[in-house]
């Protein structure tokens, strides 16, 4: 088992973009994992818990890139399982981000259990749309549960432009804070969106059946998104924990 594990990812076509991005996703998440909790040494106290989740985000997906890429390039199958498990464990994380962002500004932990059990439901039916879609795909499937992981999705975005967790922003007082939200409401509405596209590339899908996108789409799709909004999200936090104001000592350091 263990060699034809190894002699499958020894045999890497060289022109496979999903195989290359699937190596490329586990090297940079494990590379933005050090990087987090190396510098959170270096940040204000305040701040320590942000940094620890960013690491553990980039974190938990290089684990789960590490056997993706192998289900991936042994069988040459959507590796679905592995994914919803990873983004089952690091979305909530980022909704953790949102509240620890704004706690100082007087955020409440109802805040980071409503954008969990709106990010939860978002994955669920987006599973059940993937995992259950049936033989050759089923368009009234994937749009229904689709449209019904849409709005889970459609919640959080709304949290992070005109919501609580905008709102508690502009009432931290430290203008780091207002901007940094703002960025992460950016990854949410821009980053966020390529799910729903890598989605719609499934048999069945609106792409699949509209352009003739292929499965293989899908994880490509997915191994850039989860790339740009896991270690992007990350270097946001970071960004406001070393520029924020009273950083005396970062100063120091
Ligand atoms: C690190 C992983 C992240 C940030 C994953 C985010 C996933 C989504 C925003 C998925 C959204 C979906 C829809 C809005 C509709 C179709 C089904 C999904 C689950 C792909």
């Not at 040459?76 to 909530?92: M, S």
């Not at 439901?121 to 009234?140: D, T």
């Not at 959080?156 to 430290?174: H, I, M, N, P, T």
Request: charged share 10%; net charge neutral.
């Amino acid at each position: 088992m263990h060699t034809i594990l190894l002699s499958s990812v020894m045999n890497i076509p060289v022109d496979d973009p999903v195989a290359f991005t699937f190596f490329t996703g586990y090297m940079a998440m494990l590379a933005a994992s050090v990087f987090f909790f190396f510098e959170r040494s270096r940040v204000p106290d305040k701040w320590k818990t942000s940094l620890l989740v960013s690491g553990l985000i980039t974190g938990i997906a290089a684990v789960h890139y590490y056997y993706m890429r192998d289900y991936y390039t042994s069988t040459g199958n959507n590796p679905t399982a592995l994914r919803y498990i990873d983004w089952t464990l690091t979305v909530p994380l980022m909704c953790v981000e949102f509240y620890l962002l704004t706690k100082a500004a007087g955020a409440k932990l109802g805040l980071m259990w409503k954008l969990i059990i709106a990010s939860a439901w978002m994955l669920v039916a987006g599973y059940i749309g993937e995992a259950f879609n049936p033989p050759g795909g089923s368009m009234s499937h994937s749009a229904l549960w689709g449209a019904l992981s849409t709005i889970g999705y459609i919640y959080v975005l709304y949290a992070a432009w005109f919501g609580e967790v905008k709102q508690l922003a502009d009432r931290s007082g430290d203008p780091t804070v207002v901007r940094g939200v703002r960025t992460l409401a950016w990854f949410v509405l821009v980053g966020w969106a390529i799910y729903p596209i890598g989605y719609m590339c499934m048999p069945g899908g609106w792409l699949n059946v509209g352009l003739g996108w292929t499965s293989n789409s899908v994880d490509l799709f997915y191994n850039i998104a989860d790339a740009i909004n896991k270690i992007g999200f990350g270097l946001v936090v970071y960004g406001i924990a070393v520029t924020s104001k009273d950083n005396a000592t970062l100063a120091k350091a």
